[in-house]
């Protein structure tokens, strides 16, 4: 009787010349082309071993970018202290016309980026609602929410945003107070005090341990889990600079209203003193509103902000 299992010599549907082959370990017909796939995956490899990483053009635009933004940013003070060293007559006008075009430099920068409206409305509202505290708290001298928001807004969705919510927030609630020559010194200043959020949480805790890392970083090509920022780990060092933040935004509109204004009252350095010791009450209460509405508002509002931007996928 045949035997038909499987398997079997001779047995059903069996072939015995490619069991033999297989026996005598003949190649396999696909096995050129396994060979040939890996030795090309490996040349690749060893390609891409031997080429650093190269930033790309996005990462450039992004560099350039900042570069512009810090050049506005010191030729605005540049122009107060020439003005005020050389004694320069139209100051006013001078300074206006410097202040202005740092203004346009950082709105065209945020528009260059290309916002999303998923990016663009977080900004909307808190710039809405830094302006609106501030008519709410109209009654109170200096006692106002906007660089608290502001500073919120920078830590949160970066210094471009922190810039946008204090310019907007000071442009808006002017409509109310009154537009002058004025606004476009506040817009300014209010938007240096989100700005500066931006970058004090942009600062890592820990320095990166290799400059090849530090390389990645910069290509955008790192993909180690970030580093925590300094001020999650010193969460008292936001309110420090919230503090600090309203002395310089005192100093900035002090020093506008000196060269524009007590021009010729204050060409001296006692009238400079005096005018500067007269409005100090107005920023050290300034700064002690601003960490009082920080303590109120930072930890809540800061992590209902990132939950939205973890969801939304904002960058």
Known sequence: MTNREPGKAGG???NPQGQEHGDRGLPDQNAPKATEHNSNYMKASDAAGQNPPVCT???????DRIALEVLSICATAAILVVCALVNADQTALLSLVVVLA????FFATYESSSPRLRDIMPTVVLAALAAAGRILFAPIPDFKPVSAIAIIAGVVFGRKSGFMVGALAALASNFFFGQGPWTPWQMYAWGLVGYGAGLLAAIPAKAPKSTDNSRRAECGEDRSPRKQPLIERHAVLIYIYG???????GFILNAWSILSFY???????AGILLVYATALPFDVAHGVATVVFLV??????????KRIKSKYGME
Do not use: I, N, T
């Open 243 to 249: 503090f600090a933040s309203c002395l310089m935004y």
């Open 57 to 63: 053009k996005r990462d450039h635009r992004a560099k």
């Open 263 to 269: 021009h010729a009252q204050a060409s001296d350095l």
């Open 102 to 105: 740092s203004l346009g430099v």
């Open 296 to 305: 109120a508002l930072y930890a809540p509002w800061r992590r209902k902000l």
């Open 12 to 14: 059903f549907g069996q």
